[in-house]
């Protein structure tokens, strides 16, 4: 079986340099407060973008946006040229209908922090259930999908466990095999290891490495900043709902622009060297 | 290394250490066997019981047949009212608000009207409404019915017992809809599911583990409910053995003849409740921690 048979390599197909995904000037309040006030971010093809910043900076706000969980006040986004959510009908910008926003979101996958596997669901139901009812891959298919992917990750004997028996680690490592079994064009990452237990963090951003040289196209919401310095081609630094860095990695943590950013990343630094400690 | 201590605890061994005696568990268990005694006492030499009349009477033709319509009227009402209850659930929870507005107006009025107020009601319906007819409102008349022919009791029976019973199960089913983690209808909607694969497959399964005890609880109390449909003359279980009586005027046997078959009947559903509570803690702490005390008790 090759990588390419199980979803693990992409292949590139935006060959006009254009970006796969476009968010431009999006904003987003909830109540009185506003999580996002003109945010912008562009991804191309097989990029591996992290997203960082102090909490309530709006980095979990705008990747629910980009998957439509979350709707948005203004500005607009873009994914393989589609308007994301709206569309111009009779003149006007209007709201997709449900049909047309879930078939812009079967293109993208998202890991959830809670990970968020379906608990009444073995294993490899909760891998082969959206490719077969959302995607019309076979019965067959889908189970030889994610018993590959589960054996690449290390997981095979746990096909038939059920979510709660299994670590958390585990856990986020059988979200990650059912965001990628549908073959989606981007994986959408919140906060994947902010849940866990810190000897379990490793398993899972080794799985996340895996996938990001084998080429998928990434946006990742972390906490994690040696893992954003390591595997990141770009790093963005969020600050009250704006991007105000976004640079590649080398450049983000040698040489930071912004004073907020230098100091984001001497805290940081120092915390993680406690951790070390 | 071993010391004399050591070496004398080793002898004992705590495997053949009796039973401590415990003066007061004694007694409470003389009391409460005496109370037991007595009440047996009672049933058996209290000849008004008549317990002979109650053996000739409980496999009695017509006891059965209103058996029959009380366990009927308790499936059908649980299946309407399920149904509806459910549509009502997701109705309440909807974010367009007239149709929020119509489902809570809906279990507000059929929850706070008593069901023998109801049943009463339902079968008067033809003083209110002399014909019931479907056509375009306030246009021509495509189909009529006379109400008095439409309504007999086993509809009016049906129709109350059930929307009574759907205003219930609509409360519980939104307490199960509201248990369920937000986050895995985040993953349900970011998978590309749709809002029925996810309210059928997603979210009703899990919030089965909430909704079936108090389910359970609401059939139990709906089959004693139909003994209400004998004020508008339906022939359920208590109105059979009433009919009885009043020809034989063996008002306590009968009476008892119906408690028996209620009794049974609720046993069943007890058992029946468990099994299914089991079935739908797949894949929680719960049936986890059962596995694992029954692995331990292999183990022993």
Not at chain 2, 12 to 19: G, L, S
Not at chain 2, 123 to 135: D, E, F, H, K
Request: a neutral charge; aromatic letters at 8%; glycine letters at 8%.
């Amino acid at each position: 079986m090759t990588m390419e048979s199980s979803g693990l390599i992409v292949q590139p197909r935006m060959a006009d340099g254009s970006p796969l995904l476009r968010v431009s000037q999006v904003r987003k309040r909830f109540g009185d407060q506003v999580a996002l006030d003109g945010a912008s971010l562009d991804v191309y093809e097989g990029e591996v973008v992290a997203i960082l910043g102090p909490s309530g900076s709006g980095k979990s706000t705008l990747v629910r946006c980009i998957d439509q969980l979350e709707s948005i006040d203004g500005g607009s986004m873009s994914f393989e040229g589609d308007l994301l959510g709206f569309e111009e009908l009779r003149g006007h910008l209007r709201p997709l209908t449900d049909a047309g926003r879930r078939r812009q979101r079967r293109r993208m996958s998202m890991v959830f922090q809670q990970f968020n596997l379906f608990p009444h669901w073995t294993v490899l139901r909760n891998i082969t259930e959206a490719p077969m009812r959302v995607h019309g891959v076979s019965a067959g298919e889908a189970r030889r999908r994610a018993l590959e992917l589960l054996e690449r990750i290390g997981l095979a004997d746990k096909a038939h466990a059920y979510p709660r028996h299994l670590s958390g680690g585990q856990q986020q490592r059988v979200a990650i095999a059912r965001a990628v079994a549908v073959r989606p064009r981007i994986l959408l990452f919140d906060e994947p290891t902010s849940a866990l237990d810190p000897e379990l963090v490793d398993e899972v951003l080794q799985t996340m490495k895996t996938l990001a040289a084998a080429g998928h196209t990434m946006v990742v919401v972390t906490h994690e900043v040696a893992f954003a310095r390591e595997v990141a081609d770009r790093c963005v630094f969020m600050a009250d709902g704006r991007v105000v860095e976004d640079r590649p990695s080398e450049d983000f943590f040698t040489d930071p622009r912004s004073e907020r950013l230098r100091t984001f990343l001497t805290r940081s630094g120092r915390s993680q060297n406690e951790v070390a400690d | 290394m071993t010391t004399h201590s050591a070496e004398s605890t080793a002898v004992i061994d705590v495997e053949h250490a009796r039973p401590r005696v415990r003066p007061l568990r004694i007694i409470g268990g003389l009391l409460l066997a005496s109370v037991v005694l007595a009440l047996l006492w009672f049933l058996i030499s209290n000849e008004r019981f008549e317990w002979p009349v109650v053996a000739e009477y409980l496999f009695n033709g017509s006891v059965l047949v209103g058996l029959g319509m009380s366990l009927m009227l308790t499936a059908i009402g649980m299946v309407l009212g399920s149904v509806l209850g459910t549509f009502l659930a997701a109705g309440q929870l909807s974010d367009f608000w007239p149709v929020r507005m119509a489902s809570m107006g809906f279990v507000g009025l059929f929850r706070g009207i008593p069901p023998l107020v109801q049943l009463i009601f339902w079968y008067n319906l033809a003083y209110l409404l002399p014909r019931i007819s479907v056509g375009v409102p306030f246009g021509p008349e495509l189909f009529s019915w006379s109400t008095n022919d439409l309504i007999t009791p086993i509809t009016a029976a049906i129709i109350g017992l059930s929307l009574h019973e759907a205003a219930y199960m609509a409360e519980i089913i939104r307490a199960g809809i509201l248990s369920v983690d937000q986050g895995q209808r985040d993953a349900a909607s970011a998978m590309g599911f749709s809002r029925w694969h996810t309210f059928t497959r997603i979210i009703l399964p899990q919030a089965m583990r909430v909704i079936i005890p108090p389910t359970g609880s609401q059939v139990i109390a709906l089959l004693k409910g139909t003994s209400l449909v004998s004020v508008i003359a339906m022939g359920d279980l208590l109105h059979a053995v009433q009919v009885i009586y009043n020809r034989t005027y063996e008002v306590v046997p009968m009476l008892i003849v119906a408690v028996i078959w209620y009794l049974v009947v609720v046993t069943v559903l007890t058992v029946i409740q468990r099994r299914v509570e089991d079935h739908f803690g797949r894949g929680t702490t719960r049936i986890a921690v059962k596995r694992t005390a029954r692995a331990k008790e292999r183990q022993s």
